[in-house]
């Protein structure tokens, strides 16, 4: 089987740091990807690892490990905006090279 | 702009009647395409895997003859809910994977609201 799990919600305050945690053990693996989803819209990319290691990306970072199947996005400077759901997302690899989606985490940032 | 475009963005049936639902790629050539279902306040689910030329790969649990998928061209996908009942009402959305692309480029459509009355 696969799974893909995410703390179901947060709360942090805006001007502080969050860090989004996604776990996962998954068939096969081709990089990992987070996306940003407010209510009733699309995904939007946020970043994507493939390598071990620490990719940063403005206010963003994404931090991957293989060897504990273990991700998390990091967000600093937090505003208010930035209250959505966010998606941890696994690409199996393999032929169909699918995206599969964690359960989500949704943020709610706080004066 | 979009890349990946998706019509309708909502739709309203009675139950028991059948919709379709595009995926289209706007400027890239797409063999592959997948369909996802999303429910208030969870996350996306994957319906399944739609490869040009050929058949449908469905996920464990999604039925086959109700979700109709086809992809006729490297540019378009269609996935048709046939029969529909209230339980399907959903947000479905479509995502593309480019065949120009290193591995990383995933292309989502802004996604079709269904609410089957």
């Known amino acids: 089987g696969q799974n893909i799990d995410q703390p179901t919600e947060m709360t942090a305050t805006e001007g502080a740091i969050v860090q989004i945690n996604c776990t996962y053990q998954?068939?096969?693996?081709?990089?990992l990807f987070w996306y940003q989803q407010h209510a009733g819209e699309a995904p939007t990319f946020l970043s994507y690892?493939?390598?071990?290691g620490l990719e940063e990306k403005g206010r963003f970072s994404s931090f991957l490990s293989r060897s504990k199947g273990y991700s998390y996005l990091l967000l600093k400077e937090l505003q208010m905006k930035d209250s959505a759901s966010y998606l941890c997302a696994v690409r199996n690899g393999g032929a169909t090279n699918k995206l599969i989606f964690g359960t989500g985490t949704l943020l709610a940032v706080q004066p | 702009g979009a890349v990946v475009s998706q019509h309708p963005s909502w739709v309203i049936c009675k139950s028991g009647t059948s919709v379709k639902i595009e995926c289209r790629s706007l400027?890239?050539?797409?063999?592959?395409m997948f369909w996802y279902r999303q429910f208030p306040k969870q996350s996306l689910m994957l319906m399944a895997t739609?490869?040009?030329?050929?058949?449908?790969?469905?996920e464990q649990g999604v039925e086959k003859d109700k979700f109709l998928i086809n992809h006729a061209s490297l540019t378009l996908s269609t996935l048709t809910v046939t029969s529909a009942h209230p339980e399907d009402s959903s947000f479905y959305i479509c995502?593309?994977?480019?065949?120009?692309?290193?591995?990383?480029?995933?292309?989502f459509g802004e996604g079709s609201w269904l609410t089957v009355v």
């Open positions: 400027d890239f050539q797409a063999t592959t």
């Open positions: 995502s593309a994977l480019s065949s120009r692309s290193s591995g990383n480029t995933i292309y």
């Open positions: 690892n493939v390598l071990d």
């Open positions: 739609s490869n040009e030329g050929s058949k449908a790969t469905y």
């Open positions: 998954t068939s096969g693996f081709n990089g």
